[in-house]
């Protein structure tokens, strides 16, 4: 049997690792870099995925798609160069391509695996994911919560200490926290909360939005009628934003309409102080999920003895300022916060593996929300549909199975419909349909018919309902979700089939595909009398490559990226290429 890998499939970025003996291990990808930007891009038969992805996406926004995670489980698609996808099926695109690194890495074949998911993720967003997996070769051995990894990374070092502990885990498009107790190598999920559209991108986003309003224009019209100027802003706010973790103001320059950035481009300066202004509305957006996981473990914020940081977006000054002042204490980072759910995620996988440095590490987690039935209530003598009756409540310790009771309302009821919601309002209208099913076969009689429904949380997160007509013990019982029936194996082969239409380009390329893609977005952003070298530098390095002649081309590679560096760099993001940026 192969080994089990751990995936972080983020939002923004992925990343893939491996219990070793001496501790989990990131692997790199064909560029050598631990974290695969989660951009998937198609140019005619070909598939893009990572950081050459990430490139082509702002010369060709309509050709790529990124933050899809946001997408799981829900209808949306997207068609690129004539191919439509669904974030399944972009999802399963980066998942192959972290899995063409680990076996590259490995020497091995494998096909199984650990991701992770937001702690938020609903049932349906975790069984696409699943879907994902299984599209892309891997049997998903474990679906396990994003800030539940993070915690199995820090507690792996610290097994011997007792603590209750908040993981703030702020990504590129999710916010969850969890609170945990670690003691004696036990890690106790007593609660998470958390935000499915609340992250870093909305930081990037909100200064985008400021930055176009200040010259004049609106966000949403602008996307549509000069999508180029927007993706290239997006990338300026998104470097300006990462400066400004480590410095006190810098500077956004304004596309133009075609997206590039002329020498006299307007500029506009941005302070920290401004920029936590403009994103303050978001920021606030942290605080409800705090308060809620908070009040369902039963703690005040003075009771938590450390609270951990994890996600790219927890680096931003003022997340972090607010979090120390809402906590009254320092937090603490020793972990990468890019890595450490990949890292916790590979240890889970070698506690599945049963991994020998590993057996004294007991994991429990909680249901992110409250599932229950529609049921009818009598007021004032009469019958009103509607109403919520909660059989798994929000933060029980999973897996779970719980029953609760129902009755027939009508003489000679002959069947009841069965529907299962998600979410803590009173009223089922206010709460998420996951699906329905219908008993049938009650036998005749008064009213007051009972009916068990029984609800079963695995710990993956997935739903299993149930019910039984206690006279007659008929059974009828639901896998969910609504979107996301379990693929068959038609639909399974048919979107395997789309996928495999797409080529990847040989592994060993991808560092000049990458080249070749910064080159020709700086190419559409330089101002045309800057072009003319870089046309240069480009065709030659085109010619070279078909030449195959490698030391030709390294020498023409170097020329080029020396080029590119000079009038672009990629501080703040990926480090250079070729580094991590864990080395930072
Ligand atoms: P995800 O798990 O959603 O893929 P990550 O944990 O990789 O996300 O975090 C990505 C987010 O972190 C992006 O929105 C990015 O802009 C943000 N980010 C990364 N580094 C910094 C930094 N130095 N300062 C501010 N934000 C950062
Ligand atoms: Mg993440």
């Known amino acids: 049997m192969s080994r089990i890998v751990g995936i972080d499939l983020g939002t923004t970025n992925s990343l893939i690792a491996i219990m070793e003996a001496d501790g989990p ?49 829900s209808d949306w698609s997207v068609t690129l160069a004539g191919r439509k996808m669904s974030a399944i099926d972009l999802s399963c695109c980066v998942l192959r391509s972290l899995v063409a690194d680990a ?18 993720f609903n049932e349906e967003q975790r069984r696409a994911t699943i879907a994902a997996g299984q599209m892309a070769g891997l049997k998903v051995e474990r679906i ?23 993981i703030i885990d702020l990504g590129g498009g999710t916010f969850d926290v969890s609170i945990v107790e670690m003691f004696e190598g036990v890690l106790e999920i007593r609660a998470s909360a958390g935000e499915i559209f609340l992250g870093g991108e ?64 307007p500029r506009y300066a941005i302070t920290r102080e401004t920029f936590d202004l403009w994103t303050k509305s978001t920021l606030d957006r942290i605080l409800s999920p705090i308060r809620r996981a908070l009040g369902d473990a039963g703690l005040k914020r003075q009771e938590i003895d450390e609270v951990i940081l994890a996600g790219g977006a927890s680096r931003m000054p003022s997340l972090i300022k607010r979090i120390e002042e809402l906590f009254e204490r320092p937090t603490r980072c020793t972990i990468n916060p890019d890595e450490v759910v990949a890292l916790g995620a590979a240890v889970n996988a070698g506690i599945l593996d049963r991994h020998e440095s590993l057996s004294e590490i007991v994991v429990t987690d909680v249901a992110p929300f409250t599932m229950g039935v529609e049921i009818c209530r009598e007021i004032g003598g009469e019958d009103r549909d509607g109403y919520y009756l909660p059989i798994i409540n929000r933060n029980t310790t999973i897996p779970v199975s719980r029953v609760e009771r129902v009755v027939t309302r009508a003489a000679n009821q002959s069947k009841v419909n069965v529907s299962v919601y998600q979410g ?32 079963t949380y695995d710990l993956n997160g997935i739903l299993e309902a149930e019910a039984v007509i206690v006279k007659t013990q008929k059974r009828a019982a639901q896998v969910f979700t609504r979107h996301m029936k379990n693929l068959s194996e038609n639909q399974m082969k048919t979107a395997l089939d789309k996928m495999q239409a797409l080529k990847a380009h040989p592994r060993d390329e991808e560092e000049n595909r990458l080249l070749l ?39 023409f590679a170097e020329e080029l990226g020396a080029f590119l560096k ?10 250079d290429y070729g580094t991590s940026p864990s080395d930072e």
Not at 37 to 62: F, I, N, R, W
Not at 218 to 243: D, Y
Not at 427 to 437: A, E, I, R
Request: glycine share 6%; charged share 25%.
């Open 517 to 555: 893609k910064w080159a020709e977005r700086l190419y559409m952003e330089l101002p045309h009398r800057e072009r003319n070298r870089l046309d240069q530098l480009i065709t030659g390095f085109e010619e070279v490559l078909e030449s195959q002649d490698q030391a030709q081309i390294k020498i």
């Open 566 to 575: 000079a009038f672009d760099s990629f501080e703040g993001e990926q480090g």
């Open 424 to 455: 803590e309002s009173r009223l089922v209208k206010d709460n998420q349909l996951l699906g329905s099913f219908e008993v049938t076969g009650i036998p005749p009689g008064p009213p007051g018919q009972e009916i068990d429904i029984r609800f």
């Open 25 to 73: 291990k990131l692997i790199p990808n064909s560029l050598g870099q631990k974290l695969t930007p989660s951009v998937v891009g198609v140019e005619g038969d070909h598939l893009l995925v990572g950081m050459t992805a990430k490139e082509y996406q702002v010369s060709h926004p309509d050709r790529c798609a990124s933050v899809f995670k946001r997408y799981m489980g």
């Open 103 to 120: 076996e590259h890495y490995l020497g091995e074949a494998v096909t199984s695996a650990v991701i992770t998911v937001p702690a938020y």
């Open 202 to 265: 909305d930081f990037t986003d909100a200064c985008v939005s400021q930055i176009l309003n200040q010259a004049g224009m609106k966000f949403e019209h602008t996307e549509m009628q000069e999508p180029l100027r927007v993706s290239r802003l997006r990338r300026e706010c998104e470097q300006a934003k990462r400066r400004l973790t480590n410095e006190a103001s810098t500077e956004v320059r304004l596309p133009n309409s075609q997206g590039e950035i002329e020498p006299d481009a």
């Open 144 to 166: 396990v919560n994003e800030p539940t990894a993070a915690a199995i990374a820090y507690g792996l070092h610290e097994a011997d200490s007792q603590k209750t502990a908040v």
